[in-house]
Nanobody
């Protein structure tokens, strides 16, 4: 059974930090790049950051220099370290395995001003 389970969301003040985790089924994690997406109310889901199997990373312009994506192959887990959070980062954050249909259930991040 394929599973992607996010954790680490919460409420934080502007300027604060959070680290999101996504635990992934091993067979999916080993053979896919991983991505973090977010969706704010009334907006389309957007790609925030991605990381390949070889650890090459890519970021949306809006989070460059503030967010860091990483993966731990021993734990089959992908992380999103979010620093200097802004109210506009408020959204539900999802992890996804590559371009597959495998998504996590989402974790809410709320940044207060």
């Amino acid at each position: 059974q394929v599973q992607l389970v996010e954790s680490g969301g919460g409420l934080v003040q502007a300027g604060g930090s959070l680290r999101l985790s996504c635990a992934v089924s091993r067979i999916i994690f080993r053979f896919n790049a991983m991505g973090w997406y977010r969706q704010a109310p009334g907006k389309q889901r957007e790609l925030v950051a991605s990381i390949t199997i070889g650890d090459s990373t890519n970021y949306a312009d809006s989070v460059k220099g503030r967010f860091t994506i990483s993966r731990d192959n021993a734990k089959n887990t992908v992380y999103l370290q979010m620093n200097s959070l802004k109210p506009e980062d408020t959204a539900t954050y999802f992890c996804r395995a590559g371009q597959t249909s495998y998504w996590g259930q989402g974790t809410q991040v709320t940044v207060s001003s």
